[in-house]
């Protein structure tokens, strides 16, 4: 079983830039992959980044070459910066755990308000 609990939301301009952090409680050193998915008021949660064990990448395309997702594995962490933050990059962003065994888990943590007023 794995926490997440992600921090770092806030409230910033256009423009700007904010840095999301996802704390795991145990090590994420074998976890299949690490991602980070918003949800904005009447839409689906989407994917906005994911990184393998491997830190292999994979951006969802209204965010690639503003968004980078790295992760440490030393202090059990998972990234996200956000740069040149737009109005519609506003949602809830949500930390995620694929953890991969006998079967396969997905957990999440509770969730960061991200707000970009224009």
């Known amino acids: 079983q794995v926490q997440l609990v992600e921090s770092g939301g806030g409230l910033v301009q256009s423009g700007g830039s904010l840095r999301l952090s996802c704390a795991a409680s145990?090590?994420?050193?074998?976890?299949?992959?690490m991602g980070w998915y918003r949800q904005a008021p009447g839409k689906e949660r989407e994917l906005v980044a994911a990184?393998?064990?491997?830190?292999?990448?994979n951006y969802a395309d209204s965010v690639k070459g503003r968004f980078t997702i790295s992760r440490d594995n030393a202090k059990n962490m998972v990234y996200l910066q956000m740069n040149s933050l737009k109005p519609e990059d506003s949602a809830v962003y949500y930390c995620?755990?694929?953890?991969?065994?006998?079967?396969?888990?997905?957990?999440w943590g509770q969730g960061t308000q991200v707000t970009v007023s224009s």
């Open positions: 995620n755990a694929d953890v991969r065994g006998v079967t396969t888990l997905i957990y």
């Open positions: 145990r090590s994420i050193y074998t976890i299949y992959a």
């Open positions: 990184i393998s064990s491997g830190s292999i990448t």
